[in-house]
Every structure is written in C-alpha cells, then in structure tokens.
C-alpha cells in the first residue's frame, strides 16, 4: 500500500501546483475523468457480458480499454498531454453518438450528452473547448437530424430535437462563466500571493531581497556553498551622511546604491539587504577573475556616479558623492554558505581598514 501511495504521490503534481497552475489541474482532471470512465464501461461491459452475452459487450469493453490506455499514458506522463485530452474528447463524443443512436430514447446517451460540455471544460484549455463543443453541437444536430435516429417517438420529436439542444447550450453557457470566473479569481489569487511572497522576501525600503530570501534561494546557512561566491558591500561613512544630511537622504543613498549594483551584476546574482548600510551579493560562479572584474565594476560605478538629491524651497540641490567597501570570497568544497559570508565579511572590514573605497578578495591560497 505504501509502495502504491508512493508512485500515486511520484505521478501527480502536488496540490499548490495544481491550484495555481491550469495545466496541472488540466492533467488531473483528465487523469481522474479516463480513470472513472474506463472503470465504468468496464464494470458495464462484464455486467452485459454476464446477462446477455459477449458479442453485445464488445463495443462498451473497446471504449472502457481504450480510456483505461489514456488514463495510463497521461498517468505515466508528469507533463499535461492536449493529445491524449483530445483523443479522450473524441472517444467521448463517440460513445455518446453510439449510446444514443443504439439506445434511442429510453438510453443513456442522453445523460453522456448532457455532462459533455462540462467534461470539455475540465479537460482542455478554455479557448479550445469552444472547438470541443462546437464539434459537438454539430454531432447532435446531425444525429436528431439524421435518418439513421428515425425511431425517436412522436411525443419525443419536438422535446429532442428543440428543447434538448438549446438545455444543453444554456448548460454550456452557464459552465463558460462559471469556468471564466474561476480562472478570475485563480489569477487574482496567483497576484496576491505572489506580492505576499515578495513583500516576504523583499526589504520594503530598497527593493533588494532581504535574508529570509538568502534561505529561500540557496538553502540553510549550514549547506554547502560550493559553485557560489560572496561579496559583502558596504557604504563608506554611511552614518556621516545620516548625521550630516539626515536619514532621508540616507535612505535615498541606500536605494540609489541598489540601483548602481543591479545595473552591474551578471544575470542570476542577487542583492540582499543584509544590515543597515550592509549588502550582501551572490553570484553563481567560483572564477575568482569574475568575481574581481563584477566587484571593481560596482566599485567604480559607484564612486564615478554621485547621487543628486532635488532641491527644497530655498535650498539648494544637493549632490553627494559615495564610496563602497567590498570583501569577496569563492567559495571552495569546504565552505558552507554561513562561512562563506562570514569570510566576505572579514574582507569588507579589511577594505575598510585599508582605506575604504576597495575591493579585497580572499583567495584559496589565503585560507
């Protein structure tokens, strides 16, 4: 039984991605939808098979085993199929066309008719359900139309062939907005708990990610930083300037710093908030000479582009020149991620006894 809910568990998306994703929740609507219905005209197939005979079960056992396959290929498959949706969709008009035109009106076709534009819906894309049901409207009109449906009743011409296709295009009808309004609210749902998952992860002040995202992105302090290099960024006489021009200005030099260093860094680092006028950098890379080349461009960028801040009433504007302490460090085989910071950290605080305005790295032989 174990082993069973394992390779369930192995075969099905989990169930937030089923919420937020519609093609997870297309797959195991289709998964669920083939699995019932096989199960059913099987189970219908061997209750025929036993009160009538074989020969008139064959054709509800050929529909069960052919759901019963595309249950098992979509099943098998982690990715959502449109083929395998399509040729469930075909094989369900089928069996509705079939059922009503050998069972007539006192058959179950009926029914299969009605729940077709909901099955559609539920198991391929929106927009190509309008195909799904416009194929099937164009069936029922050829069926109640046709010669071969000839042993519909008298009291039953009218009823089928008027009132029971405009019930199921108000069915439909009334499915379209339903569906419409679930994917409303499952976009509405997907923006809010993407702006809570970035206020989470985000400092409010500078836009740059804070620790709690350092986790989510790399993992725990204590795991292995190998194939990662660090740099800790420090604004130079940070509190001069608070002391000077007030914290307002200070935390616009915060932002304006944020600005400079997302302009220079690689595509896949990041920008952490680490402390105050600390920030902390992740680059996916060991090669120490990208690692200088990337710091001494922030360094530079930095220190040539000074920060103008708009002018008040009589004062003047004001423009104010920074510089930025940087210690880096590649981390090797040994080192965890809460070292690796540590050993940038030391670096920084080396920068700045040195002169501030500098780039120090550790290297491997320095270790």
């Known amino acids: 039984m174990r082993r069973l809910t394992k390779i369930i568990r192995g075969n099905l998306d989990s169930w937030d991605e089923i919420c937020v994703n519609n093609c997870a929740r297309l797959r195991l609507n289709l998964i669920l939808f083939s699995l019932v219905i096989s199960i059913v005209f099987l189970v219908m197939a061997i209750r025929t098979a036993a009160m009538i005979n074989f020969y008139t079960a064959v054709p509800t056992m050929l529909f069960g085993s052919v759901t019963f396959s595309l249950f098992l290929w979509q099943f098998l498959h982690i990715k959502y199929s449109m083929v395998v949706a399509w040729m469930f969709g075909v094989m369900s008009l089928a069996m509705a066309v079939f059922f009503i035109a050998s069972g007539g009106v006192e058959g179950t076709g009926h029914i299969w008719i009605c729940i077709l534009p909901i099955v559609g819906t539920m198991m391929v894309p929106f927009k190509s359900t309008l195909i799904y049901n416009g194929i099937l409207f164009v069936l029922l009109i050829c069926l109640l139309r046709g010669p071969f449906y000839i042993h519909i009743s008298a009291e039953y011409s009218t009823y089928m062939r008027t009132v029971f296709p405009i019930s199921i295009m108000i069915l439909t009808l009334c499915n379209y907005v339903s569906e419409y309004t679930r994917q409303r ?183």
């Open 185 to 367: 609210t499952q976009r509405q749902l997907i923006s809010m708990t993407e702006k809570l998952r970035n206020s989470a992860f985000t400092d409010p002040l500078t836009g740059a990610y804070n620790r709690r995202a350092l986790t989510a992105h790399f993992g725990e302090p204590n795991e292995s930083a190998y194939g990662l290099s660090f740099a800790m960024l420090d604004l130079d006489y940070f509190k001069k300037v608070n002391d000077t021009y007030g914290h307002e200005l200070g935390d616009r030099l915060l932002c304006h710093l944020v600005t400079l260093v997302k302009k220079c860094i690689p595509p896949g680092a990041q920008l952490y908030r680490w402390g105050g006028e600390e920030f902390l950098l992740a680059l996916k890379s060991t090669d120490i000479d990208i690692l200088r080349s990337v710091l001494e461009n922030i360094r530079k960028k930095v220190a040539e582009t000074p920060m103008e801040s708009p002018s008040q009433g009589d004062e003047p504007a004001t423009i104010l020149f920074a510089t930025v302490s940087i210690g880096g460090v590649s981390a090797s085989l040994q080192d965890n991620i809460e070292r690796s910071i540590n050993l940038a950290d030391e670096q920084m605080y080396l920068a700045k006894n040195a002169g501030r305005n500098i780039v120090m790295i550790k290297t491997e032989a320095h270790r």
